[in-house]
Protein backbone atom coordinates (compact mmCIF):
# COMPACT_ATOMS: atom_id res chain seq x y z
CA UNK A 1 0.00 0.00 0.00
CA UNK A 2 1.42 3.24 -1.00
CA UNK A 3 2.72 5.79 2.28
CA UNK A 4 4.02 8.95 2.32
CA UNK A 5 6.40 10.32 4.70
CA UNK A 6 7.86 13.55 5.72
CA UNK A 7 11.29 14.00 6.41
CA UNK A 8 13.88 17.03 7.60
CA UNK A 9 14.86 18.97 10.26
CA UNK A 10 12.48 19.83 13.45
CA UNK A 11 14.03 23.24 14.43
CA UNK A 12 14.88 25.62 11.84
CA UNK A 13 16.19 29.28 12.96
CA UNK A 14 14.53 32.57 12.15
CA UNK A 15 15.21 33.61 8.63
CA UNK A 16 16.29 30.26 7.49
CA UNK A 17 14.97 28.08 5.17
CA UNK A 18 12.67 25.52 5.84
CA UNK A 19 13.40 22.13 3.98
CA UNK A 20 11.42 19.17 3.95
CA UNK A 21 11.31 15.88 1.68
CA UNK A 22 8.57 13.70 1.27
CA UNK A 23 8.99 9.92 0.05
CA UNK A 24 7.04 7.91 -1.67
CA UNK A 25 6.75 4.15 -1.08
CA UNK A 26 5.21 0.71 -0.80
CA UNK A 27 3.54 0.76 -4.14
CA UNK A 28 3.40 2.43 -7.33
CA UNK A 29 3.13 5.70 -7.53
CA UNK A 30 1.87 5.95 -11.01
CA UNK A 31 4.61 8.92 -11.69
CA UNK A 32 2.76 9.57 -15.06
CA UNK A 33 -0.53 10.77 -13.46
CA UNK A 34 -0.45 11.96 -10.09
CA UNK A 35 -0.21 15.05 -8.78
CA UNK A 36 1.31 15.68 -5.14
CA UNK A 37 0.89 18.92 -2.76
CA UNK A 38 1.89 20.07 0.88
CA UNK A 39 -0.55 21.18 3.48
CA UNK A 40 0.19 22.76 7.05
CA UNK A 41 -1.46 23.23 10.42
CA UNK A 42 0.05 25.84 12.69
CA UNK A 43 -0.18 24.90 16.28
CA UNK A 44 -4.23 25.15 17.81
CA UNK A 45 -4.74 26.41 14.18
CA UNK A 46 -6.46 24.82 10.92
CA UNK A 47 -5.00 23.68 7.66
CA UNK A 48 -3.11 25.82 4.95
CA UNK A 49 -2.64 24.53 1.29
CA UNK A 50 0.71 25.86 0.73
CA UNK A 51 1.39 24.19 -3.21
CA UNK A 52 0.80 21.39 -5.51
CA UNK A 53 3.41 20.06 -7.62
CA UNK A 54 1.87 19.18 -11.39
CA UNK A 55 3.16 15.14 -12.69
CA UNK A 56 4.31 17.46 -15.54
CA UNK A 57 6.30 19.46 -13.07
CA UNK A 58 4.83 22.68 -13.37
CA UNK A 59 3.58 23.87 -9.40
CA UNK A 60 1.02 26.05 -8.34
CA UNK A 61 1.68 28.06 -5.04
CA UNK A 62 -0.51 29.62 -2.58
CA UNK A 63 -0.43 33.37 -3.09
CA UNK A 64 0.42 33.87 0.65
CA UNK A 65 3.45 31.95 0.85
CA UNK A 66 3.88 32.15 -3.40
CA UNK A 67 7.42 34.50 -3.01
CA UNK A 68 8.82 32.40 -0.55
CA UNK A 69 8.04 28.31 -1.82
CA UNK A 70 9.50 26.26 -3.56
CA UNK A 71 7.95 22.66 -4.03
CA UNK A 72 9.86 20.48 -6.85
CA UNK A 73 10.22 16.73 -7.61
CA UNK A 74 12.53 13.88 -8.90
CA UNK A 75 11.72 12.78 -12.21
CA UNK A 76 11.11 9.34 -10.55
CA UNK A 77 8.36 10.33 -8.63
CA UNK A 78 9.34 8.90 -5.53
CA UNK A 79 10.12 11.76 -3.78
CA UNK A 80 9.38 15.26 -3.90
CA UNK A 81 10.72 18.48 -1.83
CA UNK A 82 9.28 21.72 -0.40
CA UNK A 83 11.42 24.33 0.54
CA UNK A 84 10.66 27.75 2.31
CA UNK A 85 12.72 31.07 2.73
CA UNK A 86 13.04 33.14 5.29
CA UNK A 87 11.43 31.74 7.78
CA UNK A 88 9.33 33.06 10.68
CA UNK A 89 7.55 31.90 14.14
CA UNK A 90 4.48 32.09 12.02
CA UNK A 91 5.67 29.19 10.12
CA UNK A 92 5.79 26.81 12.83
CA UNK A 93 3.55 23.91 11.96
CA UNK A 94 3.15 20.80 10.95
CA UNK A 95 3.99 20.15 7.42
CA UNK A 96 1.65 17.50 5.82
CA UNK A 97 2.88 15.96 2.26
CA UNK A 98 -0.37 14.72 0.24
CA UNK A 99 -1.14 12.89 -2.76
CA UNK A 100 -4.11 14.80 -4.94
CA UNK A 101 -6.56 12.11 -5.88
CA UNK A 102 -8.06 10.90 -9.59
CA UNK A 103 -11.42 10.87 -10.52
CA UNK A 104 -12.42 7.90 -12.83
CA UNK A 105 -8.75 7.41 -13.87
CA UNK A 106 -8.14 11.52 -14.72
CA UNK A 107 -6.00 12.90 -12.23
CA UNK A 108 -6.69 16.04 -11.18
CA UNK A 109 -5.44 18.79 -8.02
CA UNK A 110 -8.37 19.00 -5.90
CA UNK A 111 -8.55 16.79 -2.85
CA UNK A 112 -6.30 15.07 -1.33
CA UNK A 113 -6.63 11.64 -1.53
CA UNK A 114 -3.74 9.76 0.63
CA UNK A 115 -1.57 11.85 3.27
CA UNK A 116 1.55 11.47 5.15
CA UNK A 117 1.56 11.59 9.06
CA UNK A 118 3.41 15.02 9.19
CA UNK A 119 6.44 16.77 10.85
CA UNK A 120 6.03 19.17 13.00
CA UNK A 121 8.59 22.08 12.13
CA UNK A 122 9.67 24.85 14.89
CA UNK A 123 10.88 28.10 13.72
CA UNK A 124 13.29 29.42 16.81
CA UNK A 125 16.63 30.22 17.70
CA UNK B 1 -9.63 33.81 -1.82
CA UNK B 2 -13.29 31.78 -0.93
CA UNK B 3 -13.03 31.37 2.87
CA UNK B 4 -14.57 28.39 4.62
CA UNK B 5 -16.36 28.51 7.60
CA UNK B 6 -17.27 25.68 9.71
CA UNK B 7 -19.24 25.25 12.57
CA UNK B 8 -20.28 24.37 15.46
CA UNK B 9 -16.06 24.67 16.42
CA UNK B 10 -17.35 21.93 19.42
CA UNK B 11 -19.35 19.24 19.06
CA UNK B 12 -20.39 17.46 22.42
CA UNK B 13 -22.29 13.85 21.24
CA UNK B 14 -22.50 10.54 22.92
CA UNK B 15 -21.46 7.29 20.78
CA UNK B 16 -24.43 6.34 18.61
CA UNK B 17 -25.71 9.66 17.83
CA UNK B 18 -25.99 11.72 14.84
CA UNK B 19 -23.58 14.45 14.01
CA UNK B 20 -24.15 17.52 12.04
CA UNK B 21 -21.33 19.57 10.86
CA UNK B 22 -21.82 22.51 8.72
CA UNK B 23 -19.29 24.20 6.05
CA UNK B 24 -20.42 27.70 4.79
CA UNK B 25 -18.47 29.23 2.21
CA UNK B 26 -18.19 32.66 1.53
CA UNK B 27 -18.80 32.53 -2.12
CA UNK B 28 -20.30 29.75 -4.68
CA UNK B 29 -18.30 26.56 -4.74
CA UNK B 30 -18.82 25.39 -8.28
CA UNK B 31 -20.04 21.82 -8.97
CA UNK B 32 -19.87 20.67 -5.59
CA UNK B 33 -16.17 20.94 -5.04
CA UNK B 34 -15.73 20.55 -1.82
CA UNK B 35 -13.96 17.15 0.01
CA UNK B 36 -14.22 16.14 3.82
CA UNK B 37 -11.65 15.18 6.03
CA UNK B 38 -10.69 13.39 9.12
CA UNK B 39 -7.62 13.92 11.41
CA UNK B 40 -6.72 12.53 14.51
CA UNK B 41 -3.61 13.12 16.82
CA UNK B 42 -0.81 10.87 15.54
CA UNK B 43 -2.31 9.71 12.17
CA UNK B 44 -2.80 10.70 8.88
CA UNK B 45 -5.33 12.48 7.78
CA UNK B 46 -8.71 10.54 6.03
CA UNK B 47 -10.15 11.82 2.83
CA UNK B 48 -13.55 10.94 3.52
CA UNK B 49 -15.97 12.74 1.11
CA UNK B 50 -15.32 14.43 -2.19
CA UNK B 51 -17.54 15.97 -4.62
CA UNK B 52 -20.05 17.17 -1.99
CA UNK B 53 -21.60 13.79 -1.48
CA UNK B 54 -19.29 10.87 -3.08
CA UNK B 55 -17.69 8.41 -0.59
CA UNK B 56 -14.08 7.90 -0.75
CA UNK B 57 -12.98 4.54 -0.75
CA UNK B 58 -13.25 2.65 2.18
CA UNK B 59 -15.36 4.99 3.86
CA UNK B 60 -18.61 3.51 6.04
CA UNK B 61 -21.91 4.87 4.54
CA UNK B 62 -22.81 6.11 8.20
CA UNK B 63 -20.33 8.96 6.63
CA UNK B 64 -22.54 11.19 4.44
CA UNK B 65 -22.25 14.70 2.42
CA UNK B 66 -24.49 17.01 1.17
CA UNK B 67 -25.03 20.38 -0.28
CA UNK B 68 -24.32 23.09 -2.85
CA UNK B 69 -23.99 26.57 -3.40
CA UNK B 70 -22.13 27.98 -0.04
CA UNK B 71 -23.64 25.40 2.35
CA UNK B 72 -22.56 21.92 3.00
CA UNK B 73 -23.60 19.26 5.46
CA UNK B 74 -21.33 16.45 6.91
CA UNK B 75 -23.46 14.01 8.64
CA UNK B 76 -22.41 10.93 10.64
CA UNK B 77 -25.46 9.14 11.52
CA UNK B 78 -24.46 7.02 14.28
CA UNK B 79 -21.07 7.63 16.08
CA UNK B 80 -18.68 5.31 16.75
CA UNK B 81 -16.07 5.78 19.26
CA UNK B 82 -13.76 5.86 16.13
CA UNK B 83 -15.34 8.89 14.89
CA UNK B 84 -14.37 11.42 17.83
CA UNK B 85 -11.75 13.58 15.90
CA UNK B 86 -11.80 16.87 14.25
CA UNK B 87 -13.20 17.42 10.47
CA UNK B 88 -11.96 19.58 8.10
CA UNK B 89 -14.00 20.98 4.74
CA UNK B 90 -11.62 22.04 1.91
CA UNK B 91 -13.23 23.57 -1.79
CA UNK B 92 -11.05 23.19 -5.15
CA UNK B 93 -13.59 25.15 -6.94
CA UNK B 94 -10.51 28.09 -7.05
CA UNK B 95 -7.27 27.95 -7.85
CA UNK B 96 -6.10 28.81 -4.07
CA UNK B 97 -7.36 25.68 -2.39
CA UNK B 98 -8.59 26.45 1.00
CA UNK B 99 -9.94 24.53 4.11
CA UNK B 100 -12.13 25.01 7.05
CA UNK B 101 -10.90 25.73 10.57
CA UNK B 102 -12.35 22.35 11.53
CA UNK B 103 -15.10 21.03 13.68
CA UNK B 104 -14.12 18.97 16.86
CA UNK B 105 -16.46 15.74 17.68
CA UNK B 106 -15.62 15.13 21.14
CA UNK B 107 -16.94 12.44 23.51
CA UNK B 108 -20.18 13.83 25.43
Known amino acids: QLQLQESGPGLVKPSETLSLTCSVS??????????WGWVRQPPGKGLEWIGT???????NYNPSLKSRVTISGETSKTRFSLKLTSVTAADTAVYYC?????????????????WGRGTLVTVSS | EIVLTQSPGTLSLSPGERATLSCRASQSVSSGFLAWYQLKPGQTPRLLIYGASSRATGVPDRFSGSGSGTDFTLTISRLEPADFAVYYCQQYSSSVRTFGQGTKVEIK
Open chain 1, 98 to 114: ARHGCVNGVCYTWYFDL
Open chain 1, 26 to 35: GGSPSPNSHH
Open chain 1, 53 to 59: LYHSGNT
